[in-house]
């Protein structure tokens, strides 16, 4: 038993003096209603379990319908400033074996020197006043008959037929219903007398009642027989009203199971069956049936719940909360959540990239590779970073860009092509907006030309009208000579400057500003295949047949004519190129050796006046171009001897021409001679030949193109992907618009092979071929 507390029963008189009211106290009334206990016990502790509880005990006052105890209380001083206080009832002593009926508890703060007060009220039913509180409305009553004040424990149990002592046995002792023996040789069986006090052995008429259950009490629900002495199968009672049950009969045990056990006509009386309850833990609910006959309370189990602020469904680590059953609005049973103030923080949680641990264990962004190197995919330099969404981005030290692929290097990228990249590869560019980007004529930037190209990207080619000339627009125009006049090439400069080159003696210029072709004065003479045009001064570069070269400025005589074999022994020149250097142009010539076997010869020189440095390949050569020493090609084969087709490319690191090997490109052809090569920059060049072939090459490798028809082509001239011409020998051009092949020149009348194509634009195209045939699409 705990400590006892200072109480006085009344006025606290004593409340306001004394050194124990320094440390407060309270003047607790504790009332109760509808009976009146026989002890009250009050209690009162430190709410937050420091020190020992102290108690203290009083009898009832007042009258058995209520009344009230007045106890004072004093806080001790080693207590915090919050104190439980409880009171409980008793029927008649507060001690164990009579167990509180009604308990009533409050928490209330008292400050050191304060004198507060409390009531706690109690209500029990006690209607007739015997000092018992009824069973039926309090589960822990001992009142069996709450309307009789005779009956309660410990009364004297009489022989009346009722449970006087509430002991649940009726008449216990007196052995009612049992058979007896009489004086007479007959039997009888146990009555009560009329006092109630003792019993008789009587003979009744038809006193004897079967029992068929075998649980010594007669069925009630037939007639019985007479007979001097007990027959079988029949009792001397019939206190039975279901002989098929023996746990059925008058003073049976009341079950709780729907059924009028003690045949008293009530099911499951006085067992309160819906009547509230307290069951396990304190938590409440209502009386039912349980399975083996009893009285259960079917309260919620008293479960432990955890706040859940951040309602991820995870409870908060800390201290949990009693409560009687599984849920509570803001609680939940798990208590696994690290931090219950974000919803993506529990245990088992997907780990996010936030600087969180996510899942509760430990380690922040585990698994996403934080401060790890990335961006190597893009060629970019970074380091692993949280994204705002919880996944990772890679936190460049250069942000990566959209670059565009600029096929025609004309500073406008394809927009449908964009790569991000931090090291973008040769050819890509910032800038898109490119509307064709294989035609550096075309692009936002790009002046309307008389092309039928929408060149300023504008969507309609209807401004070409202010560039064609009129009337008619742009069409070829054809500027001609002697039809005997069979012209082999031609070259352009500066703006409107032409060269064009022929059979013996052929050779005319029309000068920027002209509109009229002339022979220049002095000219070399010989047959000439080729004609290069220096851009810095308009000088044009010739090649021709049995080791004939020259060089001619505008308007001047020749400054070089040379045919005796110094430079070009024993060679038919075909096609001429000079590449840039660092100090000028270095002048290549190709062609065939006019000796057997007719191996091709290439020739380099930077001045026509020293000697050429002079070389040989397998096959004979018609043509060459190129726009630098590292991107320089030479095409032909041995036409005689039935050769195929043949690529050839410079190689300034090692001064020699090597074989391409084009000739093993599956689908190639036998005897496809090449016949034209056209270089657009260091990533697209073009060669055609015999039989329709077009090769292209994307700056690593060749390969067939499609065909414009089966025809012969003799020379290509390309701008671009989108923008690329050839002639043929049956005096036609065709031109490739990055999809379809289509004629846009037929000079077949007369008859005859259109040569070689130059031009410096899509709307500035020259072709020069046999019978006099020169064209200019002009602008």
Not at 552 to 565: D, K, R, S
Not at 696 to 711: A, D, I, R, V
Not at 717 to 734: E, H
């Amino acid at each position: 038993m705990s400590s006892r507390v200072l109480l006085l029963v009344g006025v606290l008189t004593l409340l306001g003096t004394g050194c124990r009211n320094t440390e407060g106290a309270v003047k607790l009334t504790v009332s109760y209603e509808g009976f009146k206990p026989g002890c009250i016990r009050v209690e009162v502790k430190d709410a937050n379990g420091q020190g020992e509880a102290r108690t203290t005990e009083v009898p009832g006052k007042g009258e058995f319908t209520g009344g009230a105890v007045t106890v004072a209380v004093f806080r001790e001083a080693s207590w915090s400033n919050s104190l439980l206080l409880t009171a409980e009832a008793f029927e008649k002593e507060c001690t164990d074996a009579d167990k509180a009926v009604v308990s009533a508890s409050e928490t209330m703060t008292v400050n050191k020197g304060d004198v507060s007060k409390l009531e706690l009220k109690l209500a029990a039913d006690d209607k007739d006043q015997d000092g018992y509180v009824s069973r039926a409305t309090n589960d822990k009553g001992s009142d069996c008959d709450d309307g009789s004040p005779e009956v309660h424990p410990g009364a004297q149990e009489l022989c009346n037929n009722r449970d006087d002592d509430c002991n649940d046995v009726r008449d216990d002792n007196f052995k009612v219903g049992l058979v007896c023996d009489r004086p007479d040789g007959c039997q009888g069986a146990w009555t009560c007398n009329p006092e109630g006090t003792a019993t008789t052995c009587e003979v009744k008429e038809g006193q004897w009642h079967p029992d068929v259950d075998k649980d010594g009490k007669g069925s009630n629900k037939v007639p019985g027989i007479s007979a001097c002495k007990q027959p079988d199968g029949y009792v001397a009672n019939d206190l039975d009203c279901d002989d098929t049950n023996v746990q059925r009969y008058t003073g049976a045990p009341e079950l709780c199971n729907a059924v009028d056990d003690n045949c008293d006509g009530t099911a499951d009386d006085g067992l309160r069956v819906g009547q509230d309850c307290t069951g396990q833990s304190g938590c409440g609910g209502k009386r039912v049936c349980a399975t083996d006959g009893g009285v259960a309370c079917d309260s919620p189990e008293l479960t432990i719940l955890y706040a859940d602020k951040d309602q991820d469904t995870h409870g908060a680590l800390d201290a949990g909360k009693a409560n009687c059953g599984s849920t509570l609005p803001g609680y939940v049973a798990s208590s696994d959540d690290c931090d219950d103030t974000r919803a993506n923080v529990y245990t088992g949680a997907p780990e996010l990239c936030d600087d969180l641990d996510n899942n509760c264990n430990g380690p922040k962004d585990e698994g996403f590779g934080v401060n790890e190197d990335c961006g190597q995919e893009l060629g970019c330099t970074g380091k692993k970073a949280c994204a705002s969404d919880g996944g990772v981005l890679c936190a460049y030290v250069t942000p990566p860009s959209t670059y565009y692929p600029d096929e025609d290097s004309d500073s406008y990228g394809n927009p449908d092509a964009g790569v991000l990249t931090c090291a973008p590869d040769a050819g890509y560019i910032l800038d898109a907006g490119d509307c064709n980007d294989g035609n550096p004529f075309t692009n936002p930037d790009a002046g309307e030309l008389c092309d039928g190209e929408d060149n300023n990207c504008n969507g309609t080619t209807e401004d070409e009208g202010t560039v064609c000339p009129t009337p008619g627009g742009g069409s070829w125009v054809e500027q001609p000579s002697g039809s005997g006049d069979n012209w082999k090439s031609v070259a352009v400069w500066g703006d409107g400057g032409v060269w064009v080159t022929g059979g013996t003696d052929l050779l005319q210029v029309r000068r920027p500003g002209e509109t009229e072709f002339t022979s220049p004065d002095g000219k070399c003479s010989g047959v000439w295949n080729a004609v290069w045009v220096d851009p810095r001064d308009g000088k044009a570069i010739l090649g021709g047949e049995n080791a004939a070269v020259g060089s001619h400025l505008p308007g001047t005589t020749a400054t070089i004519c040379e045919n005796n074999g110094a430079h070009a022994t024993d060679t038919d020149v075909r096609g001429i190129i000079g590449v840039p250097t660092d100090t000028g142009f270095d002048i290549h010539l190709v062609g065939k050796n006019r000796i057997y076997p007719y191996e091709g010869r290439v020739l380099r020189h930077t001045s026509l006046t020293t000697p050429f440095e002079n070389n040989t390949v397998e096959d004979e050569l018609w043509d060459t171009h190129g726009i630098s020493q590292e991107v320089l090609f030479a095409v032909g084969g041995q036409e005689q001897l039935g050769a195929d087709a043949r690529i050839y490319r410079f190689k300034p690191d090692q001064n020699r021409w090597v074989d391409e090997n084009v000739q093993s490109i599956p689908g190639i052809g036998d005897f496809n001679t090449l016949r034209g090569v056209w270089v657009v920059n260091s990533r697209l060049a073009y060669a055609v030949g015999k039989g329709g072939t077009v090769l292209m090459w994307n700056g690593t490798s060749w390969s067939l193109h499609s065909k414009p028809s089966t025809e012969n082509l003799l020379s290509v001239l390309a701008f671009g992907k989108n923008a690329v011409y050839v002639s043929t020998d049956n005096g036609k051009v065709y031109r490739y618009n990055g999809s379809a092949w289509s004629t846009v020149l037929n000079s077949s009348s007369p008859t005859g092979a259109l040569n070689d194509l130059a031009g410096t634009s899509p709307a500035d195209i020259w072709v020069v071929g046999d019978k006099g045939k020169r064209f200019h699409w002009p602008q």
